[in-house]
C-alpha cells in the first residue's frame, strides 16, 4: 500500500511512487490509497465502535496491506495537514503496529517532515527501519520535463529502499 501525502494530482511525490510501483513490479504490489482527501477532520469524539466510513477504509487498507510505503513532501517545515489527518485516526488503534514501513520524503528540503514522520511511525510501533528511509530534497530539480526522475543518486537510492522494504515485508 502507498499513501502519498500531498493531494496535487501533479505531486512530485506522485512520480515518485509511480516510479517505486514500476521497478519494483516484480518483488512488490504498490496499491495507492487514495482515500486521504476524504477523510474527515479527526475528532476523538469519533472515536466510537462505529467510526466514519472513510476511517474504516483507511483502517482497513493499512491493516490488510503487507507494508505501507509513505511518500510525502514538507509543508512550511512541516508533515502535510491531510497525511497528518490519516495517521492521527490510526493513533488509538494497532493498524501500524509491527507493520513494515518505508517513509520517503521528497520535497525543497523536507528535513523537518522526515524528523517528524520518523516520531510519529515509531510512536505508533510502525516496523521502520534506517534502510527504509530515504529523504531526497530538491526533488523538483530531479524530475525531467517529461515526468520522469532523472538523477542518477536519487534512482540507485530508491531502488535501495525498495529492496530494502521488500526483504522487510518478506521477514
Request: one cysteine or more; hydrophobic letters at 40%.
Amino acid at each position: 500500500m502507498a499513501m502519498v501525502g500531498s493531494l496535487s494530482s501533479r505531486s512530485a511525490n506522485l512520480t515518485v511512487v509511480e516510479h517505486i510501483a514500476s521497478i519494483s513490479s516484480e518483488r512488490l504490489s504498490i496499491e495507492r490509497y487514495d482515500g486521504i482527501r476524504h477523510l474527515p477532520q479527526f475528532n476523538p469524539d469519533l472515536e466510537t465502535d462505529s467510526p466514519p466510513e472513510e476511517v474504516m477504509k483507511l483502517r482497513s487498507a493499512i491493516a490488510d496491506a503487507d507494508g505501507v510505503l509513505i511518500c510525502t513532501p514538507e509543508y512550511v517545515f512541516g508533515v502535510p495537514g491531510a497525511l497528518k489527518n490519516a495517521l492521527d485516526w490510526t493513533v488509538s488503534t494497532t493498524e501500524f503496529r509491527e507493520k513494515p514501513v518505508a517513509l520517503i520524503v521528497a520535497s525543497l528540503s523536507g528535513e523537518k517532515a522526515f524528523e517528524s514522520l520518523l516520531l510519529t511511525l515509531r510512536t505508533l510501533e510502525a516496523e521502520i527501519s534506517d534502510d527504509c528511509t530515504l529523504l531526497i530534497s530538491h526533488i523538483k530539480a530531479k524530475i525531467s520535463p517529461d515526468g520522469k526522475i532523472n538523477h542518477e543518486q536519487t534512482l540507485t537510492d530508491l531502488n535501495a529502499v525498495v529492496d530494502s522494504f521488500a526483504r522487510s515485508i518478506s521477514e
